[in-house]
């Protein structure tokens, strides 16, 4: 059973860091592709940054230069260090696994809340 389990949201001035960690069972960790999600109050959830088994990166557009992704495949673990926060980056964040060969993210974790004060 694959099973994500995120944690490192809260609350936090605008301007500031935060790290999102998700630890990820129950899966050949280094051959997936894990990204993470938010999804905003009364907005659609939106892919934030990905990284794929060979460690390549990719980012929305909102969040490039802010957030970085980064996997430790000893741990099986993804991280989302986000800097330079601001309050539109307010959102629920969902890890979420695909796997090798697949198209889709069909595996999710139970979401962490992340709130940006101004």
């Known amino acids: ?3 994500l389990v995120e944690s490192g949201g ?5 301007g500031g860091s935060l790290r999102l960690s998700c630890v990820v069972s129950g899966y ?3 051959i997936a592709t894990v990204g993470w999600h938010r999804q905003a109050p009364g907005k659609e959830r939106e892919l934030v940054a990905r ?8 980012y929305a557009d909102s969040v490039k230069g802010r957030f ?7 741990k099986n ?4 260090q986000m800097n330079s926060l601001k309050p539109e980056d307010t959102a629920v964040y969902y890890c979420a696994l695909r796997k090798w060969g697949d ?4 595996y999710w ?4 809340q992340v709130t940006v004060s101004s």
């Open 1 to 3: 059973q694959v099973q």
């Open 77 to 80: 673990t993804v991280y989302l």
């Open 28 to 30: 050949i960790f280094s």
């Open 103 to 106: 198209l889709t993210y069909e």
């Open 10 to 14: 809260g609350l936090v001035q605008a």
């Open 109 to 112: 974790g139970q979401g962490t």
């Open 51 to 58: 990284v794929a088994s060979s460690g390549t990166t990719n």
């Open 68 to 74: 970085t992704i980064s996997r430790d495949n000893a």
